[in-house]
């Protein structure tokens, strides 16, 4: 027996332990001091009320013999993947039932879609960037390159032809950033990809922050990205799934064999949905469920306008939250990440996330997220208007 040595190239996962550890410290050392958490990317809103009357309903058909569902398709009930369909239909994107994959997840099946690829293929991924890009594939001992997402290229970085890559990974709306790429930059990332015969893994988990008719939301409003991308998108931030878990692929029959190797891989190794989820899933696309679900991700857009309306009185540059949940703010004086996250924690007890814990090109820089409270996010805004104002 011989273990997985691409194991050990692993970097030691510290930055959400290590953020657990100085909150645990501080809080044993400070009990009566109120903590703001400001750095998780979980959603803090309920499901909505359609979501919830439709799992209802397919509980109680479970509990009838004429009902009963036992192991469904492993890509998904033809009823959910019709709802994305038409999704897709409203963004002029025409998708065919057998190209959309219903799964647990974007993050799964990020890293379940490098089963279809060789282990020799060469990997891009931008800097600062989703840490799952990154360990999948030094998991399975790929080379991985990088592109500088910084300051100067407002954290979208275009393609560069003195790098050749086989897999290209593009988050948009990104975490950690919240930038936002628009057609021109996103059409330019599918030229380079079919130039050099390479694929893109289109990470769309944010799409429904994103407001703007110019804006695509999907990777195969560019022309020419289905014959060289794949689009994963989630139901936890658009509509809460963080816990229920639900989300989808698309596989452009367009990619050739791909299509029918992920539909092999998962039917192989994956069971699928329960129906009970996909049912609250298929809600999602109701009129009563899109009300509801707008709803909420106004709350959290409002969030981020307070955060970004307060980075901008105290006169701290950011990047981000117009078209998503994450505010990625430039540490004040000089500080570190690290430095930044001790100052908030010690002085007004906000917790945020370092941005070096994304890559080097995050130094310097923090993540807040607008998926708290609206009460809690008011107060640890009025917190840091004070602390920066010295009031």
Request: proline share 4%; hydrophobic share 35%.
């Amino acid at each position: 027996m011989n273990l997985n040595k691409n194991y050990f190239e692993l970097k030691e996962s510290y930055l959400f332990s290590t953020i657990a550890k100085k909150v645990n410290e501080f809080t044993l050392k400070n009990p009566d001091k109120k903590i703001i958490r400001l750095g998780i990317g979980d959603v803090t809103l309920p499901l909505c009320k359609a979501v919830i009357d439709a799992m209802h309903k397919a509980v109680d058909e479970m509990s009838v013999q004429t009902t009963f569902r036992g192991y469904g398709p492993e890509q998904g009930y033809e009823f959910l993947k019709h709802a994305v369909k038409n999704y897709y239909a409203e963004k002029s994107v025409a998708l065919e039932d057998d190209e959309i994959f219903i799964s647990d997840g974007a993050k799964s099946d990020l890293g379940n879609i490098l089963d279809l690829f060789d282990k020799n293929n060469t990997v891009l991924v931008p800097d600062p960037v989703y840490p799952v890009y990154v360990d999948t594939n030094v998991m399975d001992g790929r080379k991985i390159v990088y592109i500088n997402a910084n300051e100067e290229n407002n954290f979208l970085p275009l393609p560069d032809n003195s790098i050749n890559a086989d897999i290209i990974y593009i988050c948009s709306p990104n975490n950690p950033t919240g930038a936002v790429y628009a057609k021109e930059g996103l059409k330019s990332w599918v030229d380079y990809a079919l130039r050099n015969n390479a694929i893109i893994l289109f990470d769309a988990a944010y799409e429904a922050f994103i407001t703007a008719e110019e804006l695509p939301r999907s990777i195969y409003q560019i022309d020419g990205a289905k014959n060289c991308a794949i689009e994963f998108c989630s139901f936890s931030k658009t509509a809460g799934f963080t816990g229920t878990r639900c989300g989808y692929t698309v596989v452009p029959k367009n990619l050739g064999k791909l299509n029918k190797m992920w539909l092999r891989r998962q039917t192989t190794k994956f069971n699928g949905v329960p129906y009970i989820v996909q049912r609250g899933a298929e809600a999602v696309f109701s009129k009563e469920g899109r009300k509801e679900i707008q709803e909420n991700l106004s709350y959290y857009r409002e969030n981020a306008k307070i955060i970004a309306s307060t980075l901008n009185e105290c006169g701290i540059k950011f990047f981000g939250g117009e078209f998503s949940p994450y505010i990625w703010l430039k540490c004040p004086n000089c500080m570190s990440s690290w430095e930044f996250f001790d100052y908030l924690l010690s002085n007004i007890q906000v917790v945020g996330t370092p941005g070096e814990g994304f890559g080097k090109n995050g130094e310097g820089f923090f993540r807040l997220t607008s998926f708290g409270s609206k009460e809690n996010t008011q107060e640890a805004m009025r917190r840091l208007k004070n602390l920066i104002s010295g009031s």
